[in-house]
């Protein structure tokens, strides 16, 4: 695949440290990775925002593209409308990964939220520009109870819109899972018809980046260039 896009069940729930362990995979594989995140939300001009977090934990190798940046931490249509600022339409998401996609040998397309968290006043979403790319959408979801109902909605979405799943990745799996989240990792893809593609460790944005690098390959599975399996 080309291009990747990571979604979520919502917010907060190892999107971009997901995203970076996908990149340092792929860089120590020999690719050359790009990462786009189509509209930064909450993080004032000047500071660093997700593409800086994946760059800093996978690599510098990495290049990044942000598209728009908006200083309150809403839904990327309504912190545009707040601050009077233009939204960030879905063709445009897709016009820019693609762009990137003639450069890169994979680019990954981080969205906000969840998948269909509004992008544009007109209802534009993440979904629309997987679909105009015709790319893959890996979700990360949580590890606990609850995740089973979102992430079936999340890929009944994706597939009522003729998008390919590629898989859920459990993106903050904890030191001590409780039972709910043992059986979730059985579970969850029969919920999502999408097979599980890893379990990222709780606090691996923590770790060094030498050791998040050299750690990655061991949380994704074969599929996103790792080794993991239950």
């Known amino acids: 695949m080309t291009i990747l896009v990571v979604s979520g069940t919502g917010t907060e729930i190892g999107k971009t440290i997901t995203t970076a362990a996908i990149a340092a995979v792929a860089l120590a594989g020999g690719r050359s990775v790009a990462v786009l995140k189509p509209a930064q939300t909450g993080v004032a001009p000047g500071e660093p925002g997700d593409v800086a977090e994946v760059r800093r934990l996978a690599g510098e190798a990495v290049t990044g593209a942000e598209l728009a940046r908006f200083p309150e931490p809403l839904a990327p249509a309504t912190a545009a409308r707040r601050a009077d600022m233009a939204p960030v339409g879905p063709a445009e998401v897709a016009e820019a990964a693609a762009k990137l996609a003639t450069e890169h040998d994979l680019v990954l397309v ?46 009944e979405a994706l597939r009522a819109r003729g998008i390919e799943f590629a898989g859920v990745v459990v993106g903050s799996w904890p030191a001590e899972p409780d039972l709910a989240s043992r059986c979730n990792l059985v579970d969850l893809p029969e919920s999502a018809g999408a097979p599980l593609l890893g379990t990222v460790p709780e606090g691996a944005g923590r770790l060094a980046p030498t050791d998040f690098r050299i750690r990655a390959a061991r949380w994704l599975a074969p599929a996103l260039g790792g080794v993991w399996s239950i």
């Open 110 to 155: 981080e969205g906000a939220g969840g998948l269909l968290v509004r992008f544009d006043e007109a209802g534009g979403t993440l979904a629309d520009a997987a679909r105009i790319l015709g790319a893959p959408v890996v979700v990360v979801a949580p590890a606990g109870l609850g995740t089973l109902n979102s992430t079936a909605l999340t890929g």
